[in-house]
Structures are given as C-alpha cells and as structure tokens.
C-alpha cells in the first residue's frame, strides 16, 4: 500500500501517502463516512491535549478523527513505520568519508560506529546518503524498509542494520559520514532533529541530495580538507533534512531577518575567536540591542548565545589538541581563554568529563 508514518508519540498522527493512495480510497471514504459520526462525540477532550503535542494552534474534530482511522489502518493494513531517532546535535567534528559507492548484488551487515558515550551525550559516525541506482532493503529489528532510487536514508549513530539491494544487479548510491557530538533527546529546538531512516524522494528530498552530492564532491577532489567548509556544508545538509523532515514549521520558525542577525553574530564569533568577545560587543556590530540578539538567538539556535559562543571556542580547542598536538593551554591560548582552571571548569560543564578523560576516550 504504501502509508509511511515518520516521528515518535504524538508525530506519528503525522502521516502522509507515498504511492497507490487509489488502491486505498474504495475502502477508506466508505469507512470514513461510516466511522467518523460513530466516533466523534468520543475524542472530543483528546482533541486539545494532541493540538499541544502537535504543536497546533488548532485541530478539527473532523481532521482528527481522520488521523484515528489513519493510525488503525495503519496498524492492520500492510503500513511500514519509518523507525527514527531525535538528537540533538551540538558540534560538527569531522566528516569520515563520503563517496560515490558502485557495487553488484551488494548486501553488508553494519553497525554505526559509537565513538563513547556518557549518560545522553554521545560522539558517534552518522551516515546520510541517496540511492541513485538499484533501491536498497533496510533491516533492522523491528521490520523491513525500501528506500527506492532517489531517496534519501540517514543511519544514526550506534544503529546496526542489515542492508541489501532490492534487485540483483548493479547498484549505485552516494553517501557521508561524518563524526558528531550529540544529545538524545526528546525536547523540541531548533539544533534537534527527529531523523527517519528514510526520506521519500521529492522537491524537498532534491536540496539535500546536492548536498550530498557537494561534499562528496569535495572529499574525492585532491584540495586539502578545510575544518571550516566541511562544517558549513554539513550544517547546511542538515538544515535542508530538518526542514524536510518538519511539517507546520511556519509559526515557530524565527524570521528571515532575525536568522539573517544570527548567521552575522555567528560569522563575526567565528571571525574573533582567538579573543574574548561579549555580547554586547556582537550586538553593537550587527547593529541590534543586546536583549534582541540574545532572544532571536536562543530561539535560531536552541540555546543562549554564550553557550553557542563557548560550545564553539571548545570544539575549535578539541580540534588543536586531535589535529595539531596543541596542549590545553595552547589551544586554549588559541581562543581568547589563558586561564587553565576557567577552560577545565568550561569544559568539564559542557561535556561532563575532565580534558583528560576526553583525550584517553576519543583521541585513542
């Protein structure tokens, strides 16, 4: 049949139709005409507590009923759930790879790499690609998912799966993977991201392809890798999943002028990280009050600018230790941060272990 729902609780009432929807409508409007007067006059206090969780302002009786008999044929009807996960992605660490991959008959059993983990934050490889030839079968425990040519599959960190062609014969897909830091989580901002294993192809689905596309470009060129244009074409791929994958985004999203003042006062903190900056000294560059970047910016970013700020100086700092060979006071030096014992307390808060651990678990 082909009913795909993608999202966890409440989200997954978010279903859409991906083929044959006429094979459904013989038996769905009867039944809808049958059912909804039945039912109704029974989910009428359900009514405002799903509009919260679904973050509607309002929902008909109508609309939701429709999603009720939508969830039961979902259950009895040959309907595959898209599995997702929801993370909240706070740095950028590396890209792993990314390449054209061509194959006959392929088929791998794999396990996304976890590179440690404490309590929810993690640091792990995350894999985005696009099946260009040959659609792929994705296993896991709970069932079977096709993602047909053109689409677009995303395995989270730590996610074993078994994968293989759905036909014999030559395959074809381009994929990257990249290192990340991430929080699971179930909170709503704006670096979280509910990711499905697959996104059905469409105009929306065609953006994040030429990302993919742009940096495996760039991995299979012979030009240095750069710390800084890997990191943008990430954020940029992982923009483009986000506003693929939302729906109703419209009234929570921050305006194109309050997102225009952010990407400023990010580009002149990057710009000026090897010293301290405030607030107040951004705001005045960009040409705004310091509250109203301070407010704009917790709601672009999910979180308060000096955090962003001081997320940012650390990575940058990890990135001098992994890299360069800096010391912690060396890199620290780097950033506009002089004071060892500052940098330890910083950094302990953020990733919740001392510069050491952090260096004995991920720089091996």
């Known amino acids: 049949m082909g009913l795909y729902a993608f999202g966890e609780s409440a989200n997954s009432l978010k279903l859409f139709c991906t083929t044959s929807f006429h094979r459904l409508s013989p ?3 009867p039944f809808c005409g049958f059912i ?19 973050n509607y302002t309002n929902i008909s009786k109508f ?5 009720l008999i939508c969830a039961i044929i979902f259950m009895i009807g040959d309907v595959k759930m898209i599995p997702t996960v929801k993370i909240d992605i706070k740095n950028f660490v590396k890209i792993e790879y990314a390449h054209e991959h061509s194959a006959n008959d392929y088929t791998y059993t794999v396990e996304t790499e976890d590179k440690g983990s404490r309590g929810n934050f993690g640091i792990g490889v995350m894999e985005i690609g696009v099946v260009k030839q040959n659609p792929l079968i994705f296993k896991d425990k709970k069932g079977e998912y096709i993602a047909e040519e053109k689409d677009i599959f995303i395995i989270p960190p730590k996610y074993r799966y078994e994968v293989s062609t759905l036909n014999k014969g030559a395959h074809r897909h381009f994929t990257t993977e990249a290192v990340i830091e991430f929080d699971r989580t179930e909170k709503n901002t704006n670096t979280a991201l509910t990711l499905p294993l697959i996104i059905k192809a469409g105009k929306k689905s065609e953006k994040i392809e030429e990302d993919i596309k742009r940096i495996v470009s760039k991995s299979s060129s012979l030009h240095e890798s750069n710390y800084f ?12 999943i986000k506003k693929a994958t939302e729906i109703n985004t419209e009234e929570s999203d921050p305006s194109p002028s309050s997102v225009l003042y952010c990407i400023s006062a990010e580009k002149y903190a990057l710009d000026n990280i090897s ?8 705001a005045n560059h960009i040409g705004i009050s310091k509250n109203y970047l301070t407010n704009i910016f917790s709601e672009y970013k999910g979180m308060p600018i000096t955090e962003y700020i001081n997320r940012m100086k650390l990575n940058h700092m990890i990135e001098l230790m992994r890299r360069f060979g800096y010391s912690a006071t060396e890199a ?6 002089d004071n060892v014992n500052y940098i330890s307390r910083m950094f302990k808060k953020y990733y919740g272990m001392t510069i050491r ?8």
């Open 27 to 29: 038996f769905l409007f």
């Open 36 to 54: 909804i007067p039945l039912i109704t006059p029974f989910v009428n206090k359900e009514i405002e507590y799903f509009s919260y969780s679904l």
């Open 63 to 67: 609309s939701f009923t429709l999603a």
């Open 275 to 282: 010293r301290h900056m405030s607030v107040e000294e951004i």
């Open 332 to 337: 620290g030096e780097y950033i506009g941060i």
């Open 229 to 240: 244009e890997d990191c943008s074409d990430y954020m940029r791929l992982l923009s483009h």
């Open 357 to 364: 651990e952090y260096k004995q678990i991920y720089f091996g």
